[in-house]
C-alpha cells in the first residue's frame, strides 16, 4: 500500500494530547488538546496546503533572486515562489523524511540535504517531536557534513488556531507577542526594507499587549523578544481566554507572523502563522544572525506549542 500524499504519518498520544507527523517536510499536519486543534490541520492524503507546519531548513523565508555571496564564491538558487522572484522557504519542506525512532508520545524524523546548484553542502538534520503534559515539543539539530562552513537558518512554520479553523477566524481572536521592533516589507516581493520600533506603528503591528487582530494584515518578522525565564512567547486565544501558546528559546531571536492573507476559500485567515526562526528573511544575502556551520559541527533550535485557558 502507498504512503498517503503527506507521506508516512506517526501518531503521538499523551494525556489529554494528540499529535500527528507526516514525514513529508517533517510536518506537524495536527496537533489537539482535548480534541481542540492548536494549529490548522490538514487531511492525511491531502498535499500540505502552503507551508502549514513544515520545517524552515537551510533558510527560513526568502532570498532576493535566490542569489548570494558567501565564502567568496557566487551562489544561485531556483527562484521556486515565483511572484517575488525569490528562493523561499529553504530545501526541505518536500523532502521525505525517514522515520527513524517511533514510540506512543516521542519520534525522530530524518534527511540529508544533498549538495546542489546554490547550495553546495551536504547536511544532515534530525528532528525530534516529544508530546509532554506540557504540549508538543519540537527539536531541530543539522549537522553539516561537508567539508566546508555552511550557511544555515532554521525555523517552523505552524498555523495556529484557537480550536475553529476557517475563512477569517483569526479576525475574532487576540495576539499577543512581547516584540521591540518589526521588520518592515517591500509590498512587491516581501522583502526587507528596514527595521523600526513596533511603538511606531502601533495600529498595525504592536502586540506587546493582547489586542483582537480583527482586520489586521501581517506578514513581518519580529526581533527584540521579550525573555521569561529564559523563553520567548507568542499567544492566541479567543474572547475566554482560550487557545494555544507557542515557546521558544534565545537561538530563535525572530518570528515571523503571518495572517494567512493569500489563502484562498476556507484557508484566507484561517489561522495565524507564527514562525521562530534563527534569522530574519534574506539572511544569506545580509548576514543578520546567520549561522555558520564549521565541518562536522552543528546547530540547532526548537519550541513548543502548548494549549492555553483549558
Avoid: K
Avoid at 120 to 129: A, G, H, N, S
Amino acid at each position: 500500500m502507498s504512503a498517503p500524499l503527506s507521506g508516512i504519518p506517526v501518531e503521538l498520544r499523551l494525556g489529554r494530547y494528540r499529535a500527528s507527523i507526516a514525514s513529508v517536510g517533517a510536518t506537524v499536519r495536527m496537533l489537539q488538546h482535548d480534541g481542540v486543534d492548536l494549529v490548522v490541520p490538514f487531511g492525511a492524503d491531502e498535499i500540505r496546503p502552503a507551508m502549514r507546519g513544515a520545517l524552515l531548513v537551510p533558510w527560513p523565508n526568502r532570498i532576493a533572486d535566490g542569489e548570494y555571496v558567501f565564502g567568496g564564491a557566487v551562489h544561485r538558487l531556483p527562484q521556486n515562489e515565483t511572484e517575488t522572484r525569490t528562493a523561499a522557504h529553504g530545501l526541505v519542506a518536500w523532502s521525505d523524511f525517514a522515520v527513524v525512532e517511533s514510540a506512543v508520545d516521542r519520534a525522530v524524523l530524518s534527511a540529508v540535504v544533498a549538495p546542489q546548484p546554490g547550495y553546495p553542502w551536504r547536511l544532515r538534520i534530525d528532528v525530534e517531536f516529544r508530546l509532554g503534559p506540557d504540549g508538543l515539543a519540537q527539536e531541530v539539530a543539522v549537522t553539516n557534513e561537508s567539508g566546508t562552513a555552511a550557511p544555515v537558518g532554521l525555523g517552523g512554520h505552524p498555523y495556529l488556531t484557537a480550536g475553529s479553523a476557517g475563512a477569517r477566524s483569526i479576525d475574532a481572536l487576540t495576539f499577543e507577542l512581547h516584540a521591540e521592533r518589526v521588520l518592515l516589507v517591500t509590498e512587491d516581493r516581501m522583502l526587507p526594507d528596514r527595521l523600526i520600533a513596533v511603538e511606531d506603528d502601533v495600529a498595525r503591528r504592536d502586540f506587546r499587549r493582547p489586542r483582537r487582530l480583527g482586520d489586521t494584515v501581517v506578514n513581518n518578522a519580529f526581533t527584540g523578544l521579550a525573555l521569561r525565564d529564559g523563553r520567548h512567547r507568542a499567544r492566541l486565544t479567543d474572547d475566554e481566554g482560550r487557545g494555544v501558546e507557542v515557546e521558544w528559546d534565545a537561538r530563535c531571536p525572530w518570528a515571523q507572523v503571518y495572517t494567512a492573507d493569500h489563502g484562498d476559500g476556507a484557508a484566507h485567515r484561517a489561522g495565524l502563522a507564527v514562525e521562530p526562526t534563527s534569522c530574519p528573511p534574506d539572511a544569506f544575502r545580509s548576514g543578520r544572525d546567520l549561522i555558520i556551520v564549521p565541518p562536522g559541527g552543528s546547530a540547532g533550535a526548537g519550541w513548543v506549542i502548548r494549549s492555553v485557558g483549558r
